[in-house]
């Protein structure tokens, strides 16, 4: 039933709220409960239809996030703590570096997996041999760390 009165409806609904809000709170945990395995399957099956959206939507929102201050933080903290837990890589890394500025190294033009002529990415398979490298384009560096597979020539 509406009140003539916006102010006492407002007021009457603020009351209501507040006399019902555990009782609220309780019902919609309750749901969430009940449903978490069908709204979860939900979100899987969204996720399996919309890769893309999900992966640009997931790559904008790290750029926007990193270019905080609290995103610049973190990004900085990580840095250091790889580089204090990875000392010999960085030194391998180093060396690498150095030798291709002193041509004892030649950085190839062409990816050596799929032959794509893009920028070159070196992959050290052993790092107690820190100059043996195989150069690899960024997708198949990625093949090389996370999937092991090499990229089929194109």
Request: proline share 3%; charged share 40%; with cysteine.
């Amino acid at each position: 039933m509406p009140y003539k009165d916006k102010e006492k409806g407002r007021q009457r609904a603020k009351e209501n709220y507040w006399k019902n809000r555990e009782k609220r709170i309780l019902q919609v945990k309750r749901y969430y409960k009940k449903n978490w395995a069908k709204r979860n399957k939900q979100k899987k099956q969204w996720a399996k239809k919309n890769k893309e959206k999900l992966r640009e939507y997931r790559k904008n929102y790290y750029k926007r996030y990193y270019q905080t201050e609290k995103g610049k933080a973190i990004l900085k903290k990580s840095g250091k703590k790889w580089l204090e837990s990875n000392k010999f890589k960085r030194l391998c890394h180093y060396a690498v570096r150095n030798a291709i500025r002193r041509s004892e190294l030649i950085k190839p033009k062409r990816c050596t997996q799929c032959n794509r002529k893009i920028r070159m990415l070196g992959h050290h398979p052993n790092y107690t041999k820190p100059l043996d490298v195989l150069w690899v384009c960024h997708d198949c560096h990625m093949a090389f760390h996370h999937l092991n597979f090499t990229r089929k020539p194109e």
